[in-house]
């Protein structure tokens, strides 16, 4: 049961009590601020390095501080008592004596509960431990923990709760914290990269009247005022793309996408892309450009070019490997005992039987021979690539964006990125003639009729015609990435609240 009629357990009845004793002492149970001078990682910072005789003849005036902080640990002694607060990452012992504290406030300490927040006056000293503490001068309450914490030595191990109640799970595992502050550290270090490169950083619509920029399902709304139907966007690709045309040469989004699709441990409906667009570029000068990225965001949220990701170690070092997505395939099938040559490459029939030898999921119809070689490398090779590894050479069928290839018909200067057998990244050279790209939008809107749910975008198109440069763009999946850099086995994990399904009777 949960809920406002949820009947409160034997600790909750405890802790309210408390609470009543709390305010039956004139306390403001529920105050509106604390003015904290420091927080306790700044108090360590600034008077870790000193030892107890320092801090014994430095003025108390100079060592007072006012912290605040949940309380994690107490122990009694009668006229005595330690705490133990904990804010951020950090923590700092409390140190709490009858005869320097108000009897309200000593009285208050005596009925504090493990997860209350208080905030403490007074100076810095060491203990005879050499522990650095507060002398606690002054006592404020600022809030009741009316629940208890996870279990203090083992934290929630529950997968399912860690992810439904993440704030338990952030409270009792330090290592669930870390992800995150390395999951920041990260994504800061992308924006800092895209800045010094030049890239200005803009904002598009996650309403959008059409689904586009990515073939993937939408969520759909209705907007009442306009009267008209929305999708929550799929990809920014085609207003980033806008917006070169209106002369932003380089412009990123780091921008949340929405696709009405299944859950898996590598996919959430709500997900983080780091899409960027860089005018009089190309598919090649792109991949050096993620490279150099990948790279800087590896050295700032995993610490060096070397992760641990699962049982493998993987190397962020320049340059990553690199094969097409044909020879890739082509390998694969070798190995088990398939030759797949130029002609069956066209073959949608050859590459159909392919897929029933080895007993593979046949793509939904309709499904040309780019489609069906696609399904093909990803069946094969995706979870092989486990390197950072670009794949080139992605079949036209499958890249209506992107393009074509001059020197390899049917095929495109497309890249996507692989590392921990994950894909993180996809790229290319964008197809700028709006007459081809009308065409290609046809195609789909036939294929469409067949369940390709892809929408075309005309205003797109005659954005085109006012001229889009040559241009390289990117997409990096930054909830991927953040898995790689913090090897975490599932999506979930590097998403603060994941999307999940109802729990029964709820």
């Not at 403001?28 to 014994?56: K, M």
Request: charged content about 30%; overall charge neutral; aromatic content about 8%.
């Amino acid at each position: 049961m949960s809920g406002p009629d949820r009947k409160p357990g034997r600790d909750e009845k405890t802790r309210r009590r408390k609470l009543d004793e709390i305010r039956a002492l004139g306390v403001p149970v529920w105050p509106n601020r604390y003015p904290a001078t420091h927080t306790l990682d700044e108090v360590r910072a600034a008077f870790g390095e000193l030892d107890a005789l320092s801090l014994e003849e430095t003025p108390e005036a100079d060592r007072g501080v006012r912290v605040a902080g949940r309380v994690v640990a107490i122990r009694s002694f009668g006229k005595a008592a330690f705490l133990r607060l904990a804010e951020r990452q950090g923590t700092l012992q409390i140190h709490v004596r009858r005869d320097i504290l108000p009897h309200r406030e000593f009285r208050l300490t005596r009925l504090l509960d493990l997860g209350d927040w208080i905030g403490v006056a007074g100076p810095v000293f060491r203990t005879r431990t050499d522990e650095l503490t507060v002398r606690a001068d002054q006592v404020t309450f600022l809030s009741k923990a009316l629940l208890p914490l996870p279990e203090k030595w083992h934290g929630l191990t529950d997968r399912d709760t860690r992810y439904r109640q993440r704030y338990l799970d952030l409270l009792g595992n330090p290592e669930t914290r870390e992800v995150f502050l390395r999951r920041a550290r990260m994504v800061s270090a992308l924006r800092r990269f895209m800045d010094a490169e030049g890239f200005l950083e803009v904002e598009t619509p996650m309403l959008q009247p059409l689904a586009t920029g990515a073939a993937a399902r939408p969520f759909q709304t209705r907007h009442r005022a306009l009267g008209v139907d929305l999708f929550l966007r799929v990809a920014p690709e085609l207003y980033l793309k806008r917006l070169v045309v209106g002369g932003f040469p380089r412009v990123y989004e780091i921008n949340r996408n929405f696709r009405n699709e299944g859950l898996s441990t590598r996919h959430n409906p709500e997900f983080t892309m780091l899409e960027f667009y860089r005018a009089f570029s190309d598919c090649a000068g792109m991949m050096e450009l993620t490279e150099r990225l990948i790279v800087a965001a590896a050295e700032r949220g995993a610490g060096g070019a070397t992760v641990r990701f699962g049982e493998d170690e993987l190397r962020f070092e320049r340059p990553f490997d690199r094969v097409t997505l044909t020879d890739a395939t082509v390998a694969a099938l070798a190995g088990r005992g398939i030759a797949l040559d130029g002609d069956a490459l066209r073959s949608a029939g050859d590459l159909a039987d392919i897929h029933r030898r080895l007993d593979l999921v046949l793509p939904a119809p309709p499904a040309g021979p780019g489609k069906l070689l696609l399904s093909l490398f990803e069946a094969l090779c995706e979870r092989e690539l486990i390197q950072p590894t670009f794949v080139t050479g992605y079949p036209v069928e499958v890249s209506p964006l992107s393009k074509a290839d001059p020197e390899n018909p049917g095929f495109t200067e497309r890249f996507e990125l692989f590392a921990g057998g994950l894909e993180i990244a996809n790229g290319f050279s964008e197809l700028n003639d709006p007459d081809e790209q009308a065409a290609r939008f046809g195609e789909q809107m036939a294929r469409r009729q067949g369940g390709d749910e892809h929408a075309m975008d005309w205003d797109y198109i005659e954005a085109l015609r006012h001229g889009l440069p040559p241009t390289g763009g990117v997409g990096v999946g930054v909830d991927r990435l953040a898995m790689l850099l913090t090897d975490s086995p599932a999506i979930r994990d590097v998403i603060l609240f994941p999307h999940l399904r109802p729990r029964e009777g709820r």
